[in-house]
């Protein structure tokens, strides 16, 4: 019995190293081809408002509260949400928008637990199709590097390409009325 306590001790020890030489920062991206041109998903992307369509946090929490700016759309956008224990808390502003090519946002989540991190959409023509990517990227404490370690890139890199999936189907159906609604 006391062997199998050493050699727990010492797994135990040797993963917390490991953790503590792991990077400080972190970054997570999906991509996919969709069959649209980019202002058709730009539109999609640069209204926050339009999250609720296709965003993968969203059915996490079908009571979710939500909290719009005045304008959901382009810089300065934002939107506060109040979820169950798997949508969380926070807040997403957007800080940069480029038309038909890139929005920049800045998420803060706060609960279940803290981090502050920046989001990234590009839009790359590729003829007849757009290749979007998703990224985000943030600093990690010890916490966060322990969290990374067993699920941070495969969590948070599958709802991202749930998300994608859901923006695909949305964009290559989407008609122009469809678009022009707020």
């Known amino acids: 019995m006391l062997k199998f306590f050493f050699l727990v001790l010492m797994v135990v020890v040797a993963l917390l190293i490991y953790t503590a030489t792991r990077p400080d920062t972190f970054r997570i991206t999906r991509a996919t081809l969709v069959k649209a041109q980019p202002d058709t998903l730009f539109a999609l992307i640069n209204d926050l408002r339009r999250h609720a369509a296709w965003g993968p946090w969203e059915s996490l929490d079908p009571a979710m509260k939500r ?66 990517t998703w990224s985000m990227q943030g600093t990690n404490n010890f916490m966060g590097k ?17 998300g994608l999936s859901n923006l695909k189907a949305l964009a290559e159906s989407a008609t122009p009325a469809v678009l022009e609604r707020s």
């Open 146 to 162: 322990l969290m990374g370690l067993l699920f941070s890139d495969r969590l948070i890199g599958g709802m991202f390409e749930k």
């Open 67 to 132: 909290v719009y700016s005045e304008n959901s759309r382009g810089v300065g956008a934002s939107y506060a949400w109040v979820g169950n224990h798997q949508a969380g808390t926070g807040r997403i502003e957007i800080t940069e928008s480029v038309p038909d090519e890139r929005v920049r946002m800045k998420l803060d989540y706060l609960q279940p637990f803290e981090a502050h991190n920046s989001v990234e959409f590009t839009l790359d023509r590729q003829g007849e199709t757009t290749l979007v």
